[in-house]
């Protein structure tokens, strides 16, 4: 079965970190860029960061560059984003895509 299985968010204080991993099943997770989006409410679903097949090329989004990292291992088909420094408007339900399927999504909340 393909698919893309999100976990790692909850509720932060703002200046936390959180880490959220995807776990890839299905397909040769090696051969694909991979990509995590968020959609807050009332907001369009908007792309936070991409990386390359291999990992040789990181994207980001201007609004979490310096704070959020994306990295993979492809030997556990899993993507992950490490966010640090983070604020209220990171709040979003966060979202894995490989170029063919989304992930359920999961929820991060920072909040005092």
């Known amino acids: 079965q393909v698919q893309l299985v999100e976990s790692g968010g909850g509720l932060v204080q703002p200046g936390g970190s959180l880490r959220l991993s995807c776990a890839a099943s299905?397909?040769?997770?090696?051969?694909?860029?991979m990509n995590w989006y968020r959609q807050a409410p009332g907001k369009e679903r908007e792309l936070v960061a991409t990386i390359t097949s291999a990992g040789a090329r990181l994207i980001y989004a201007d609004s979490v560059k310096g704070r959020f990292t994306i990295s993979r291992d492809n030997a556990k088909n899993t993507v992950y984003l490490q966010m640090n420094s983070l604020k209220p408007e990171d709040t979003a339900v966060y979202y894995c895509?490989?170029?063919?399927?989304w992930g359920q999504g999961t929820q991060v909340t920072v909040s005092s």
């Open positions: 895509y490989s170029g063919r399927i």
């Open positions: 299905g397909f040769t997770f090696s051969s694909y860029a």
